[in-house]
């Protein structure tokens, strides 16, 4: 078949993608969407299958067999609460095949123009492999979640930088001299695939767990550019338009959580930022002088069931603790006795953007009841009380007046505002961020102290008691 | 090349205009699913694997497929299993 039979199927795959994107825009259309660009991706490889020249079809069908199965059991198997972890991973292995496949070409290379888009390939699919590698050991806990620094860190870094840099200079050098066995070429892909893979390492380990939502983010945004890099070098239009699209998307999502974060790229990505709280130590009561008001489950169930309209705000603690569905059925008791009640989630909620939503909707919480930040921050004055499930920083005032605050400037939600909050949480230690929250030591503040999904089950038990 | 580059930065706005619109809700399953686009590397390792001769290249293009395939098939299923949870009303159970 000819070569326009091809570019045609890409053209429509490329346009499949880019409709199917589109229709991610509301949660009613969002799964034809991915369906259109699942048929987008099939029709691209199904063209470029039997509309080139394979050698061996055979193999490349065994391949995307194996691919495929395994691809499918990761999918199937994982939870919810394992997502971000999953897509860091899946996110590794598309910059690993970019970098890959770039290497396949070197041999055949011509002129240092193709040999330095093979090596920008190289280079930031094995950064996105490693790194994304690392994120998931991170997010899994299979490496600790604290910011991980060492002596001589940025020293390293800088070394293995301009080894990266002269491995690249070296694969130019001479792609011409074939006659005396392997090029140079082949020799300076190998050692800049080694020092683009160390590079990965270590520019995820000095970041902290809970800013891996933004790590994931850029990541996500690094395996579209390698895969348009790897499209420069094939000349394949598919991999340059495809590989644009998602490095878009990563970066529009890295700038929407740093905006949330208050803090600039280049702040998160030096890391050393916050020590996560190990919230095993209970140490409720006095701090900094001011005293913070404890309830119990009984009195919130009270609270809860005649008040008019509650807001719930989930945060990582819940995540971490799985209580979705104990939340859910908690507000689902709520309803039967006509109690108004919405969620309130902050773009940083969870341990990725959005997944606080894929949580809830697990849990079977319709997506109409999901407010996001600005749509629900005018309405806490008239709420009568807000639950905050393991949130921290997100509701912190102090971001609204103190300027000497850390997290000041950071767009957060206006809890403080409503009629009463009540805050479920194991201990009072401070967020990621490090700083006390003021909503505590509030007068219309009352402290559930315990594990979220053990407190919000005590809740669901004392409200059918009411 | 130019004509590359101008498909690039032309897909690179497309990107910027679709996705930017997409609502906070979606935004794991938007990861997720452009993930799995950005996968078309797969066709890259058919190329590269399919139409040479050279053995290491081939093993090459080999475990890119693989690694691709993964990427691909995983990511656009674990995006539809999120997005079918996503309802406007609650499963009655």
Redesign the interface.
């Known amino acids: 078949m000819s070569r326009e039979f091809i570019e045609l199927a ?1 053209l429509l ?2 346009a499949l ?2 409709v ?3 229709r ?5 259309t ?2 034809s ?3 259109l ?2 048929v987008g ?1 099939l029709l ?2 199904v063209a ?2 039997f509309g ?6 055979v ?2 069908i065994a ?2 067999v ?3 199965l ?3 059991i ?3 198997r ?1 939870q ?1 609460t394992a ?1 971000p972890e ?2 860091a991973a ?2 590794g ?2 910059g ?3 970098a ?2 770039a ?3 070197v ?2 290379a011509i002129g240092w ?1 193709t040999i330095l888009t093979i090596t920008i390939s190289v280079v930031i699919g094995m950064v996105t492999f490693s790194g994304s590698f690392v994120a998931f050991g991170k997010l899994s806990g299979k490496i600790s979640g604290n910011p991980i620094s060492f002596l001589g860190q940025r020293a390293l870094m800088a070394l293995v930088t301009l080894v990266t840099v002269a491995s690249m200079a070296w694969a130019m050098a001479g792609p011409e001299s074939l006659s005396a066995g392997l090029p140079p070429a082949v020799f300076g892909i190998l050692v800049l695939a080694g020092a683009s893979l160390v590079l990965g390492i270590l520019f995820v380990v000095p970041i902290g767990g809970a800013d891996m939502p933004v790590v ?2 850029l990541l ?1 945004s690094f ?2 550019l ?3 890099a ?21 970066l ?2 890295t700038n ?1 959580m740093c905006v949330a974060m208050n803090r600039s790229l280049l702040n998160v990505l030096i890391g050393g930022f916050g020590q996560e709280a190990d919230d095993s130590s209970p140490a409720p009561g006095l701090s900094e002088g001011r005293s913070v008001a404890v309830t119990s489950a009984d009195d919130t169930a009270i609270l809860l069931s005649y008040a008019e309209k509650v807001i719930i705000v989930p945060g990582y603690g819940l995540a971490v603790a799985q209580a979705q569905h104990q939340v859910r059925e908690l507000a689902d008791l709520l309803q039967k006795r006509g109690v108004e009640v919405k969620y309130a ?1 902050h ?1 940083v909620a969870g341990r ?4 606080m ?2 949580l809830l ?2 849990a ?5 009841q ?1 407010y ?1 930040m600005d749509a629900i921050n005018n309405e806490f004055d008239t709420t009568d009380v807000t639950l905050v499930v393991g949130a921290n920083d997100v509701v912190n005032p102090a971001a609204r007046y103190d300027k000497t605050s850390p997290i000041y400037g950071m767009p957060i939600l206006n809890v403080d505002q409503s009629r009463a909050a009540v805050v479920l949480k194991r201990s009072m230690r401070p967020g990621y961020s490090g700083v006390q929250n003021q909503l505590f030591f509030a007068a219309n503040t009352r402290m559930l102290f315990g594990d979220a999904k053990d407190s919000v089950t005590a809740l669901i038990t004392e409200v059918k008691a009411v | ?1 130019l004509q ?1 580059l101008t ?3 032309l ?6 205009e ?37 053995p ?3 093993y ?32 009655q ?1």
């Open positions: 890409y795959a490329a993608f880019i199917g994107l589109k991610l825009q509301s949660p009613a969002a799964r969407g991915n369906q660009a699942a991706m691209a490889i470029t299958l080139q020249e394979i050698l061996s079809p193999e490349m391949g995307l194996v691919g495929g395994v691809g499918l990761l999918a199937r994982v919810m997502m999953l897509v899946f996110n292995f598309g690993l095949a970019s890959l496949v290497s396949a070409e041999m055949g123009t994931v983010a996500n395996s579209g390698a895969a348009a790897t499209g420069f070098v094939l000349g394949n239009t598919a991999l340059i338009v495809s590989g644009a699209l998602v490095g878009a998307s990563g529009i999502l929407i989630i773009p990725m953007p959005g997944h939503n894929v909707a697990e079977n919480v319709p997506y109409d999901l996001e | 090349m590359y498909y690039f930065a897909s690179m706005f497309v990107g910027r679709v996705i930017s619109k997409v609502p906070q809700t979606l935004h794991t399953p938007l990861m997720s699913g452009s993930n799995a686009i950005s996968g078309i590397t797969v066709v890259g390792a058919l190329v590269a694997a399919g139409m040479t001769e050279e290491w290249a081939r090459l293009g080999l475990a890119a497929l693989i690694a691709a395939t993964i990427n691909v098939v995983g990511g656009f299923l674990v995006t539809d299993r999120m997005l079918q949870m996503f309802r406007k009303k609650p499963i159970r």
